[in-house]
């Protein structure tokens, strides 16, 4: 197991050099140098010191959790009786071998470039090939393969010596997950979004302490009579006396005074730092910021595009979970469980994905519609803004008769 010497005795690196150091050893192309795992734990303490970041992450991983999912053949295939019952049995097996973690962990090297867990596979004559336990790896124990654009290496480092080697990793046992958001431009970018926001998250970082020690002191300033005139370096002592020890002394026809303005001045320039690499990150990470960052002021009409854009991020989230899981857990259960090649298709991961509708503006629609003398029916009127239809003993409001124009 990899240890940062230097990070366990820190909250975070100390100097953005410390960081750039740790990022060159991690771009080495040749694998005799390049050593990853000093960059790899600094991207894992960013979200631990950065509360907005560790928000945008978890905003996207549980956007995808909120859905739920089945396993399934593909609908355009009729499944025959025997099928159903070994779908029933892939359904029991990912249930009961608690893979709805593999969600987790494909998220996770979707916005860290990479991850990966190794399943252990068992055999029951109740069960068939099982997977009886899950491990994940670290971000120090992975790296890109330099020589494949799909595939990870594992990193394993002796824990006494910290000695480090370059090991294939066994495919037929380990869910791999590589995401590169620079892919076809620069190959060989393992950290993902991590490593996109590394700079702002440290500048943010150390802008923050950098307020807060000079949050402790004020402008202090005396005004003295002329005839105090020769004993101004006296009366600087006693001010340098209340800066550091809040402790002064000065003769009568001295008065001492307090400038908070420029305090104010220095809050103001780090809240505008922070906002502004928050939208940043914001942008990267969520695709936008009026959805992920509220109480900024945000117009309606600009709120109501930061949702459009998060819910795309989603879908596509969505899609990338399905293929990983369809492709690299449920082909390999189905081929050591059943046989090597399908009927017709392999079973798939499916979300059930909700739409995303507007529903104000599919009421303004109907509104628009009946006003103008244009027919609705009853029945898409309330289907369209998600309302059911009165059954004959339920309740119901009416503010005005036939507001709609139903008849």
Sequence with gaps: MFINSYLTKRLMVESIEKAIEYYKKAVYVDPKYRDIRYFMSLLIRLPQIDQHLFSLIYFRKQAVQSFAYTI???????????????LLEIQERFSSSGLHSLIDTTMNGRLNGMSAAQLNWEHSDNRKHFVSSVKSLQLTELDYDLENDTSLIHIDTDTN?????RKDIDNSSTYCVRFNPMSGIENDFPGGFLRINFLRVLIKYFD????AKNNEKSMIYAQYEERFKTMLSEIMTQLENIGENSVGAFPKGVDVNVLDSLKNEVLASHEALEQSVNRSMSLSIAGQYTATDPGDGHSYAASKIGYSIAENVTLSDLVFVEKLISSQYLMKDYRINYSDEPRNAFPVFVFKKRKFDDLESRARIVT?????????????VYTDVGLKIPDENDKVIVAKPNTLGLT
């Excluded at 628009?368 to 898409?380: F, H, K, L, Q, R």
Aim: aromatic share 18%.
């Design 72 to 86: 399934k053949f593909p609908d355009e295939y009729q499944a025959t009786e025997t099928e159903k019952k070994q």
């Design 161 to 165: 010596t910290q000695k480090w080697e």
């Design 208 to 211: 923050f302490f950098s307020w």
């Design 368 to 380: 628009d519609y009946t006003s103008n003398g244009i027919p609705v029916a009853e029945d898409n």
